[in-house]
């Protein structure tokens, strides 16, 4: 049987224990074991493995013994309770195997999780799961988290009632996270907000999003956007003395730079632009763009990207200059326009 959409959704949050076997299969290896995890946890509870109602079998190893599935799916486990036989990283190669064992499978026998990588519509081991109505064939693709996937996250961290604006806000993170991030992001806020029942706030989300820059290039990028021509000086010595290339940066600064042009040209503010970015932009350091925004104006930050620009390609030039006196030139020149 194939699963797909919000029958596929339903099913791995509260599975159907009468199936045989469940294949999980996809281009993402992280999405896949997160829909693993969540499905073998829905099944047999997270006290299994402790329990031995749990049984992993790598496919390297069934391929050298196949009796070790069905073997697997018919024992009896000391523990009262369900069971579950998790073959992880199966292929195309092993399809008479399973095969055999959704043949071989009672009422009585573990469920067998298996997972795999993309499976064409042609593939064999596919179609075995999806032809037998006692399996299900689920395939994980890169589409981001929807709001039922948000809100089952928030609610295994133990976040009741998110308000609307929250979930827009941890919507528009998972279109920039990858699901392993995402996933740790909602429970850091979870571990965050424990014992504590005021409103969840940007401010929250921000704080427990993973950091995706160095702090001190990020720093250096703000005094330049504030005007602190002497942090720019400090800044730009500790990073160089870390190692950190001038072209490193630029890039860095036009980065940083180009997110504060589109703020200052978008139609309803500079606060609804920030918060559209990619990644979006939460918390004080939204309220912190937003005044560097407002202190430039559109028309010096397109000067500062101007002048990133061609110093970017001074440095990457064949007519090598000081790049060190370079960059630190153009940041200074940057950090002043506003009195100019």
Not at 198 to 225: F, H, Q, R, V, W
Request: glycine share 8%.
């Amino acid at each position: 049987m194939k699963l797909a959409g919000g029958q596929a959704a339903a099913f791995l949050a509260k599975p159907n224990v009468g199936k045989s076997a469940v294949l999980l299969y996809g281009m993402d290896a992280m999405r896949v074991s997160l829909k693993r995890q969540q499905l073998i946890k829905a099944l047999v509870g997270r006290q299994a493995e402790e329990e031995m109602r749990l049984t992993r079998i790598d496919a390297k190893d069934l391929r050298k013994e196949p009796s070790l599935a069905l073997d697997g799916i018919k024992a009896q486990g000391f523990f009262p309770g369900p069971r579950v036989v998790f073959v992880e990283g199966a292929g195309e190669g092993l399809t008479s195997t399973l095969k055999m064992v959704l043949e071989e499978w009672g009422e009585d026998d573990a469920t067998m999780v298996v997972t795999s990588s993309s499976l064409n519509a042609r593939s064999k081991l596919r179609k075995a799961f999806e032809s037998d109505p006692r399996a299900v064939a689920i395939g994980i693709y890169d589409d981001p988290p929807g709001r039922l996937e948000i809100e089952r996250l928030a609610k295994e961290a133990k976040l009741k009632d998110l308000p609307s604006g929250v979930t827009e806000m941890l919507l528009q993170l998972a279109r920039t996270l990858d699901p392993g991030e995402l996933h740790q992001t909602i429970e850091k806020l979870g571990l965050y907000k424990f014992g504590d029942d005021t409103p969840i706030t940007g401010e929250d989300i921000d704080y427990c999003s993973p950091t995706t820059s160095d702090a001190n290039l990020e720093e250096a990028t703000y005094a330049i956007a504030e005007g602190r021509t002497g942090d720019v000086v400090l800044t730009l010595k500790r990073l160089l003395g870390q190692g950190v290339n001038p072209t490193t940066l630029c890039v860095a600064a036009t980065r940083h730079f180009r997110t504060l042009y589109a703020a200052a040209t978008h139609l309803q503010g500079p606060e609804t632009a920030l918060t559209r970015a990619r990644p979006p932009v939460f918390g004080p350091r939204k309220d912190r763009l937003a005044r560097q925004v407002r202190r430039l104006g559109a028309n010096k930050i397109e000067k500062a990207l101007t002048e990133l620009m061609n110093t970017d390609l001074q440095l990457r030039s064949s007519q090598k200059s000081p790049e060190i006196a370079l960059i630190e030139r153009t940041f200074i020149r940057i950090a002043m326009l506003e009195r100019n």
